[in-house]
């Protein structure tokens, strides 16, 4: 049985803080679960929409070269791929310092 919404993810991975874009629905969703509410900032939601279309620009093809094909494949292939390349990225970084 998948968790289904914020509560089915309350009941697998505890309560925490939950961010959002302050669309209308999280604030009560909050209240009801008691569970602390955070809006992020237009400068946080730049921030976070830049990286995201950094890792969607950066892995655009590797969907085209790498589709994961095995039967219940659960994605594992692409999770592995994501924590090389982070670990590349990140080394890259601390190269520069």
Known sequence: MSPK?????????GKHPVSS??????PMACRFLK???HIHSPYEKSL?????QYIKDRTESFDD????RKKNCKLKLVRNWLNLFADYYNSELNMVK
């Open 35 to 37: 569970l602390k509410h």
């Open 65 to 68: 070269d790498f589709p994961c």
């Open 5 to 13: 919404g914020i509560s089915g993810l309350v009941e697998v991975h």
């Open 48 to 52: 976070i929409e830049r990286t995201m």
């Open 21 to 26: 874009d302050g669309r209308t629905w999280y």
